[in-house]
């Protein structure tokens, strides 16, 4: 079962606790000591700076597939290290990203710095709303280099466990066959190690059921979770030859499609994938342009959460969105009381990530 770190950072020695969690997730990723180090000091200069500049925050890190999947190609997993904050916010996002500039008589270098040594990097900030940052680290290698219609597609996702558990029964993946890529989410029933084990087991066989509509996959789902308590699953296919979302959802996994900035419900079944699927998976067919946002989300979001235009911004790295998605939606006033995964589907911009 795959590690999650939720870390508060309400006081410095939050922070070397969101370094330790970037180590221990290097080494699950399998990164070199070089790399390691990298993904340390990331952590340690966001921590930093949600202190400094946010009067805390948290710290989420975990192990992800890249952002971006090449046609049969090495999926290396990527340390990813998400902050999330309630503060100030940034004015200037252009200036915050320079070496040199502060606001507090400190060097002014974390920012600039991790967008420089992390892999991959995006932040989004409005003041006073506050800021989410996302920077991941894996192992060198070469990028994403395709210029099909499928190589045009971007995911992501943010996995915040509940309750500060080592484990989140929340689970998600995306795999690609061809000009078909396919996003699924998972909640294994309840929460804790078992509902994480269910979870794990849907990511394991969709990446052996990557050629199949989200319907069929759903059915080899449930034959896979047999045996384990179960789970919600929502699973969403974009066949980017035919410029068609195709989507299969059974359980309580919302999700919702951005179409030019209106928001359309996508509809799940009532059951549960490994012990109470439905006998008739319907599986639902609407357009998909370069303008489109996809939003598949877990329980642990507010009931009464509901989009607004940020989480509409097909620019934005898809975790950053998530981020953005779990931030907002979430308060002292409002706890969580389930495990929270949000994970995005969004085209790449005209002019790269």
């Given at each position: 079962m795959?590690?999650?770190?939720?870390?508060?950072?309400?006081?410095s020695t939050r922070v070397r606790d969101a370094r330790v969690a970037a180590e221990h997730a290097a080494a699950l990723a399998g990164l070199d000591e070089q790399r390691t180090s990298t993904a340390a000091l990331v952590a340690t200069e966001l921590a930093t700076n949600l202190l400094k500049h946010a009067g805390g925050g948290r710290?989420?890190?975990?192990?992800?597939?890249?952002?971006?999947?090449?046609?049969?190609?090495?999926?290396?997993?990527?340390?990813?290290?998400?902050?999330?904050?309630?503060?100030?916010?940034?004015?200037?996002?252009?200036?915050?990203?320079?070496?040199g500039f502060t606001t507090t008589g400190s060097l002014g270098a974390g920012l600039g710095t991790c967008a420089r040594l992390a892999d991959d990097f995006d932040l989004h900030s409005v003041p006073g709303r506050g800021t989410v940052v996302v920077a991941r680290i894996g192992v060198p290698g070469p990028r994403v280099t395709g210029t099909g219609p499928a190589d045009r597609l971007?995911?992501?996702?943010?996995?915040?466990?509940?309750?500060?558990?080592?484990?989140?029964?929340?689970?998600?993946?995306?795999?690609?066959?061809?000009?078909?890529?396919?996003?699924?989410?998972?909640?294994?029933?309840?929460?804790?190690?078992?509902?994480?084990?269910?979870?794990?087991?849907?990511?394991?066989?969709?990446?052996?059921?990557?050629?199949l509509p989200p319907a069929e996959a759903v059915r080899r789902l449930d034959r896979a979770l047999s045996g384990t308590r179960g789970a919600a699953v929502a699973v969403a296919q974009?066949?980017?030859?035919?410029?068609?979302?195709?989507?299969?959802?059974?359980?309580?996994?919302?999700?919702?499609?951005?179409e030019g900035g209106t928001w359309r419900h996508l509809v799940s079944r009532p059951g549960i994938v490994g012990t109470h699927r439905p006998t008739t998976l319907r599986q639902e067919e609407v357009p998909w342009a370069d303008d489109r946002v996809l939003v598949l989300h877990s329980d642990g979001l507010p009931s009464r959460w509901s989009p607004t235009s940020d989480t509409c911004r097909a620019a934005a790295d898809p975790a950053v969105t998530a981020a953005v998605?779990?931030?907002?939606?979430?308060?002292?006033?409002?706890?969580?009381r389930d495990d929270t995964a949000v994970a995005v589907l969004a085209p790449t911009p005209p002019d790269g990530p």
């Open positions: 795959p590690r999650v770190w939720d870390v508060p950072v309400h006081d710290v989420v890190v975990d192990v992800v597939a890249p952002p971006a999947l090449a046609a049969g190609g090495e999926t290396r997993p990527r340390v990813q290290v998400a902050t999330l904050d309630h503060g100030p916010g940034i004015a200037d996002v252009a200036a915050a990203l320079r070496d971007r995911a992501g996702a943010v996995n915040v466990p509940f309750g500060g558990a080592q484990y989140s029964g929340d689970a998600w993946a995306w795999v690609r066959d061809g000009d078909l890529v396919t996003l699924m989410l998972a909640d294994g029933l309840g929460h804790g190690p078992e509902a994480s084990r269910a979870s794990d087991a849907a990511v394991e066989a969709l990446r052996a059921a990557a050629h974009v066949d980017t030859r035919a410029a068609v979302l195709r989507f299969t959802g059974v359980g309580n996994i919302g999700a919702r499609l951005c998605t779990i931030r907002d939606a979430s308060s002292p006033a409002r706890p969580v």
